[in-house]
């Protein structure tokens, strides 16, 4: 089982940026798949989930309206579209997945991770 999360990078607050999350080895079409990221000094945070035997989303409310999470089966990949950036969004992101593609977009119950993709964000 191997995630490989990419997209991140240097942007200016107000910017865009959009996260990829593409499996290898396995479809993503069967379990629920996260977003989460983790800044220096702070724990994993859930920022959104998409679950899919229903397509359901979770965002924090700290990303509500900002961010888009989406999915392409076709190419085995879910996005994370970052608009509206902010510096407190700055973290390392990482994305994962849920194999009993539950709703609970929380760090502790996820169980395949990828390597994390920085994004820093400039005011």
């Known amino acids: 089982v191997q995630l490989q999360a990419s997209g991140g990078g240097l942007a200016q607050a107000g910017g865009s940026l959009r996260l990829s999350c593409v499996a290898s080895?396995?479809?993503?079409?069967?379990?629920?798949t996260g977003w989460f990221r983790q800044a220096p000094g702070k724990e994993r945070e859930g920022v959104s989930c998409?679950?899919?035997?229903?397509?359901?989303?979770y965002y924090s409310e700290s990303v509500k309206g900002r961010f888009t999470i989406s999915r392409d089966d076709a190419k085995n990949t879910v996005y994370l579209q970052m608009n509206n950036l902010r510096p407190e969004d700055t973290a390392v992101y990482y994305c994962a997945i849920d194999l009993l593609d539950g709703s609970n977009c929380s760090a502790l119950i996820y169980d395949f991770w990828g390597q994390g993709t920085q994004v820093t964000v400039s005011s």
């Open positions: 998409i679950r899919f035997r229903d397509g359901n989303t």
């Open positions: 080895e396995f479809t993503l079409d069967t379990y629920a």
